[in-house]
């Protein structure tokens, strides 16, 4: 049981409840709230975008690196796309040495990568 | 020199376009209300403080999402989203530090927290965002991604809940 001031309704109807909801938010003071949370605004940014956009690129670099040393192994462009889909279709037991397979790998690598930055960037 | 306070409306935009003084100010502004809600929907001060804290923080980064609106009525949706985020790591038990009056409340506070505390979740929540924190129906529900209807029915049945409590914890 709680002595009640003076002003307690003698049914607590909805003036009752939302000037008693008032009255417990106008009780809490800032105490440091905002300058916490400025601090962290403002720290956590710029070491999240290190972190995602040097994640992404590293991913990219990785991928793009990959076929550049294939190079001299990558299919001529004009059967290109039927390695593509000859290495898709044999996916259940790829030859990690077809570098149609390669390629396919290192740009899945790097879309991972990007596809995790942006979902971390969301989040 | 000090000139009228600019409005909220006015304040979000600037915040929404990355200034962060403008947004410095509206946590200032609304700070309470928030903390207030995520204390209420998590029974627990410090943990109502983190949620809060990490609503903000949502608001900040993702403010390339806001699509209008009131900035206070975004933020609570944050809030409530980051309640129910945080409850799935963690069971909401509120401990010694937690229970109603261990914070120095008396009278009605007391009673407030104690009757908040006998509703069901969806009621809770429903009627902290709409009574507690002024949200419309229709926002509450986005907010809680729950039907309108069920929304309305929530607040009505908590209402009754909490006015029945009250006037229990009165006559007492």
Known sequence: ?123 | MSGPLPDDQDLTHAAMAGDRKAFGQLVARHQASIRALARRLSRSASDGDDIAQAAFLSAWRRRSTWRGGSFRGWVCAIAYREFLATRKGQAFEAGDDDQPGAAGETGERLDLMRAMAGLDESERAAVALCIGSGLSHAEAALAMEAPLGSVKSWVLRGRAKLQKALAAYQSA
């Open chain 1, 1 to 123: 049981m709680s002595k009640q001031p003076p002003e307690w309704p003698e049914e607590p109807g909805d003036d009752g409840l939302e000037r008693m909801f008032a009255a417990e938010e106008s009780a809490i003071r800032d105490n440091g709230f905002t300058a916490r949370v400025l601090e962290k605004a403002n720290s956590g940014m710029s070491f999240r975008r290190t972190i995602i956009y040097g994640a992404g690129m590293a991913g990219f670099g990785a991928a793009l690196a990959g076929i550049m040393e294939m190079a001299p192994h990558l299919p001529k462009l004009t059967g290109w796309w039927p390695g593509v889909s000859s290495a898709l279709q044999t996916s259940a037991a790829p030859d990690v040495s077809s570098p149609a397979f390669m390629i396919v790998a290192a740009l899945a690598v790097g879309l991972g990568f990007l596809g995790l930055a942006v979902a971390a960037q969301e989040r």
